[in-house]
């Protein structure tokens, strides 16, 4: 049993993943624990919410720090992740347990002088960790767009369950976070796969070998916060040149008061006005227009998209962060709201602008129900924005169009299975296929990444219901290889006992049987006197006399010098005749008896 359970742990290793995700506003940790029950690990879904902690402030708010506050600050903030990790991973798995840091968008957005600053104090961090951190530079890293948007399609896939044997029909995902916007799905055509560019390319390949070939697209700048942050700014630049005039924008509600400054360095009162249709007009026409002066670098649907957007209205699509929790504000009647058929998000927009607006933009405040019955006072005062905001990111990248009938209209999850959305799991995930693959027969890897040769080998670990019955069938096989030997040893010792003890009596025996015959063929008769020529006189060669034995009398000896030994009953019975009738015979007396005595004593 100590040796199966010995290769149990052996065998098995670790089976969680560390992942921080270094977001805009926060930095995120997340303790995953993978079971391995068959080629395809499961995702613990119980203790997702309970093993992550989120703290602030997000590392790219770093970059107007000096170099000795960029240290102190992430010392805080790792400190404080660590020590909520190591709550959640035994002493004994820390060494094995890996922990990786992907920095995203907001870190994409600073200088690249600070982003080497702030990295460095981070990898530094966890070099003095408990835990596995064995490549610094990949292991902590800014994860490009890409690579972005591709890990999530491979969170929601491996949620739904789409890595399996069968290859499975994967989905796209459409995810919306606070710097920018992902869009992902797998690509069939192999015509489309020669001409899609290294950029908007993520190569994955799943848990059975299959190379599947995503498309794969970030855009920088058109996240839900920095798209409205610039809002303001832009639509002032190009609209206002008095320095005392007031902007009117209809993606606030009415009673929104507040100030911004035009790229001209003037500022300006911006009061709100709560018009949905005429909101979405201008975020088209400032937000999603190359000729706008100031604009990211890729703007979705234009001719910066670099002409290689891809159609994907034949992928099955769900939408996931920002499209969620804009509707699951609204406390009342948000299921009726799940949904971005057109007429649905415009109905919403409509209701959303004419809301009052929220005392703060974290989504406090409001007036409460509104006159259709739903609540408001959860919603966040951007809200207005963010509903026309995503209607035309959705159009610009082909997906719904107002007025045109499609099949596959996106669908708004918050989760698959049980599990939020997240490229944290999809990072996970992708860790352990290069550092713990598990083939077809269930072996995986662990610790390094391994070749294809050494894959195709299978020199590498089992999975863990193949551990667990390879250790009880090594339990069995212990247990009954001792009980075999243990009855193998009682019979051994028990028949080589009863051959010893027979082979020393019959030794004995056959000894004194030769003795006895030689003793008689000495004496040349059945009793000889030396000078009586012939045999017919009594006396010895030396003066004695030899006593007769007679043919009956050497039968019986043969047949007395037996002994029955029975092991089982321990019991031992010795039969000796001649012992016995040497017991029970009464002494000789008179010239018989003094014949026998000069014999045995040789006279």
């Known amino acids: 049993m100590i040796l199966a359970l010995f290769l149990l742990i052996t065998i098995v290793g670790g089976a969680q993943v560390v992942v921080f995700d270094a977001g805009s506003s926060g930095t995120r940790a997340h303790v995953f624990n993978f079971v391995w029950e068959d080629v395809v690990p499961k995702l613990d879904i119980q203790k997702l919410e309970t093993q992550t902690k989120r703290v602030e402030p997000g590392l790219s708010s770093l970059a107007n720090k000096n170099d000795i506050d960029i240290k102190n600050t992430i010392h805080e903030i790792f400190i404080d992740l660590l020590n909520f990790v190591k709550v959640h991973v035994p002493i004994s798995a820390r060494k094995r347990t890996p922990i990786l840091v992907k920095a995203t968008a907001g870190m994409r957005l600073v200088d690249i002088s600070k982003q080497k600053n702030i990295m460095t104090a981070v990898r530094q961090q966890l070099i003095e960790s408990e835990f596995l951190f064995t490549d610094p530079d990949e292991w902590a890293s800014i994860i490009s767009g890409h690579e972005e948007a591709g890990l999530a399609w491979v969170a929601a896939n491996f949620l739904k369950g789409a890595f399996d044997q069968k290859k499975t029909p994967t989905v796209g995902v459409i995810e919306m976070g606070g710097a920018s916007s992902q869009i992902s799905f797998e690509i069939y055509n192999q015509q489309t796969i020669r001409h899609l560019k290294k950029n908007r390319r993520f190569d994955f390949i799943d848990f059975f070998g299959h190379h599947r070939i995503v498309y794969a697209m970030s855009y920088l700048g058109f996240g839900r916060d920095q798209a409205y942050d610039r809002m303001d700014v832009t639509f002032a630049s190009a609209t206002t040149t008095s320095m005392t005039s007031t902007l009117k924008n209809p993606c606030h509600t009415k009673s929104y008061n507040s100030e911004t400054h035009s790229k001209n360095g003037f500022f300006h009162a911006v009061q709100g006005t709560g018009n949905y249709n005429q909101c979405v007009i201008e975020i088209e026409n400032f937000l999603f227009n190359a000729s706008v002066f100031d604009q990211p670098p890729v703007i979705p649907g234009t001719k910066l998209d670099q002409d290689a957007l891809l159609p994907?209205?034949?992928?099955?699509?769900?939408?996931?962060?920002?499209?969620?929790?804009?509707?699951?504000?609204?406390?009342?009647?948000?299921?009726?709201?799940?949904?971005?058929?057109?007429?649905?998000?415009?109905?919403?927009?409509?209701?959303?602008?004419?809301?009052?607006?929220?005392?703060?933009?974290?989504?406090?405040?409001?007036?409460?129900?509104?006159?259709?019955?739903?609540?408001?006072?959860?919603?966040?005062?951007?809200?207005?924005f963010t509903v026309g905001f995503q209607s035309i990111f959705l159009k610009n990248i082909g997906l719904v169009t107002a007025g045109v009938n499609q099949k596959n209209i996106p669908i708004i999850i918050h989760e698959i299975n049980g599990a939020q959305v997240e490229w944290a799991i999809g990072a996970a995930i992708q860790y352990l296929i290069q550092h713990n693959t598990p083939l077809p027969d269930g072996m995986i890897s662990n610790g390094a990444t391994t070749s294809t040769d050494e894959r195709k080998q299978g020199l590498l670990q089992w999975g863990f219901s193949e551990t667990i019955m390879f250790a009880l069938v090594v339990t069995f096989v212990v247990l009954s290889s001792l009980v075999v030997l243990?009855?193998?040893?009682?019979?051994?010792?028990?028949?080589?006992?009863?051959?010893?003890?027979?082979?020393?009596?019959?030794?004995?025996?056959?000894?004194?049987?030769?003795?006895?015959?030689q003793g008689r063929g000495r004496g040349g008769g059945k009793l000889n006197r030396s000078g009586g020529g012939g045999g017919a006189g009594r006396h010895s060669v030396r003066g004695g006399y030899d006593r007769v034995r007679t043919a009956e009398e050497d039968e019986n000896d043969d047949d007395d010098d037996v002994l029955s030994i029975e092991m089982n009953s321990s019991t031992i019975e010795v039969a000796n005749k001649n012992n016995n009738k040497m017991n029970r015979s009464i002494p000789a007396k008179g010239p018989t008896a003094l014949k026998w005595k000069m014999s045995d004593e040789g006279i």
């Not at 699951?328 to 058929?341: A, G, I, Q, S």
């Not at 607006?357 to 207005?384: T, Y």
């Not at 193998?488 to 003795?515: A, E, N, P, T």
């Open 312 to 384: 994907a209205t034949e992928n099955e699509f769900i939408t996931t962060e920002v499209f969620f929790y804009v509707r699951d504000n609204m406390v009342k009647n948000k299921n009726m709201w799940m949904n971005l058929e057109p007429s649905v998000v415009e109905n919403f927009g409509k209701l959303v602008c004419a809301a009052a607006a929220p005392s703060s933009r974290s989504g406090d405040g409001g007036d409460g129900d509104g006159d259709d019955g739903n609540d408001f006072s959860k919603l966040r005062e951007d809200s207005c």
């Open 486 to 517: 243990a009855r193998f040893v009682q019979s051994f010792h028990c028949l080589c006992l009863d051959k010893i003890g027979r082979y020393i009596f019959l030794h004995g025996s056959m000894r004194r049987k030769q003795q006895r015959r």
